[in-house]
């Protein structure tokens, strides 16, 4: 399905990404080019992202180690250090998601 219909990005094309190492929407947009036009697609994006890390973080507790590529990178675009608010941001996104699931 897509999410970002102005760049023509699928939902697994974000969760590609998610499992290429994107954990967040700055990294989404950096690679894919999400909410770089309109925006429209920035809650439903932040969605698919948060669902995919979710599901990763459960594959990857449940699978065995040998399963991990940790030389896998998200793309060949270096991303800047997320900020100190940013960081922030991410923590409570997350912590509000899994609260309301
Ligand atoms: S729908 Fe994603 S930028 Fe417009």
């Known amino acids: 399905m897509y999410i970002c219909v102005c760049k023509g990005v699928t939902d697994s094309a974000i969760r590609e990404a998610v499992n290429n190492g994107a954990e967040r929407m700055r990294d989404l947009k950096s690679c894919l080019g999400v909410t770089e036009q309109c925006g429209v697609c920035a809650c439903h994006a932040?969605?698919?992202?948060?669902?995919?890390?979710?599901?990763?973080?459960?594959?990857?507790?449940?699978?065995?180690?040998?399963?991990?590529?940790?030389?896998?990178?998200?793309?060949v675009k270096q991303l800047p250090e997320e900020t100190n608010d940013e960081r922030e941001y991410r923590n409570y996104s997350m912590a509000e998601s899994s609260t309301a699931a």
């Open 46 to 75: 932040k969605e698919v992202l948060e669902q995919a890390r979710r599901q990763k973080t459960q594959t990857h507790a449940s699978a065995p180690e040998t399963a991990c590529e940790p030389s896998r990178v998200l793309c």
